[in-house]
């Protein structure tokens, strides 16, 4: 089984409406993390959070928020979906325990179009 | 603030080397990654390299760091299909959040 799940995998909603993407993961890590990428842009970060207490804004977070529900689940919320918001989401996770790499691990993505 | 940037494509033919190049801006990188990023799929860590390395080299990966230049390459030797994808550089600083990563470099190998 994949170590970080997303769900939906794919989502077409309407202009207003509002959306929740999922994330769950198996890895144990503190640290989850919400990114968007988009053609020519490469990955911006969204939203982090280093553990159930602590949420921090990424560097484009107008128009998006996040619960961190369970050590293992980062859910990422648009209140009000606008088409700019049509982008490919990722989410990861990473150790904290300060001996790794920093590797982060990356699930499989939402792909999310706003008409 | 700090900023990674790459080239957008790269097209080779199989069997030759593949260089992917990549700069960046912030000298307190800790650590230096490459990810791949295949079709449908999240991005997987490659490789990376540690600030204080010039160089690493893991089968058919080469990675140089020029960190007087604050540049970073990544050699693939006898470019196969299978390496068609998406690349990425990123950096981290130990210590921090901050994770930051380029624009992707498509690579596409011709058969």
């Known amino acids: 089984d994949a170590d970080v799940t997303q769900t939906p995998r794919n989502r077409i909603t309407k202009t207003g409406k509002r959306i929740m993407l999922e994330c769950s993961q198996t890895?144990?890590?503190?640290?989850m993390y919400w990114y968007r990428q988009d053609p020519g842009l490469g990955l911006r970060l969204i939203y982090y959070?280093?553990?159930?207490?602590?949420?921090n804004k990424g560097e484009i977070s107008d128009g998006y928020s996040v619960s961190r529900q369970a050590q293992a689940k980062f859910s990422l919320s648009l209140e009000s979906a606008i088409p700019n918001q049509t982008a490919l989401y990722f989410c990861?996770?990473?150790?904290?325990?300060?001996?790794?790499?920093?590797?982060?691990?990356f699930g499989p993505g939402t792909r999310l179009t706003v008409t | 603030g700090e900023d990674v940037e790459q080239s957008l494509f790269l097209s080779v033919r199989e069997g030759d080397s593949s260089v992917i190049n990549c700069t960046y801006t912030?000298?307190?990188?800790?650590?230096l990654y490459w990810y791949k990023q295949e079709p449908g799929a999240g991005l997987q860590l490659l490789t990376y390299?540690?600030?204080?390395?010039d160089m690493k080299q893991d089968q058919r990966l080469t990675v140089l760091l020029n960190k007087k230049d604050k540049h970073l390459s990544l050699r693939i030797a006898d470019t196969q299909t299978g390496d068609s994808a998406i690349y990425f550089c990123?950096?981290?600083?130990?210590?921090?959040?901050?994770?930051?990563f380029g624009t992707g470099t498509r690579l596409k190998v011709l058969a």
């Open positions: 959070s280093f553990d159930v207490k602590d949420i």
């Open positions: 990861a996770t990473s150790d904290n325990t300060g001996t790794g790499v920093g590797e982060q691990y």
């Open positions: 390299i540690f600030s204080n390395m």
């Open positions: 912030d000298s307190s990188s800790t650590y």
């Open positions: 890895k144990g890590h503190d640290r």
């Open positions: 990123a950096e981290s600083t130990s210590g921090t959040y901050k994770y930051i």
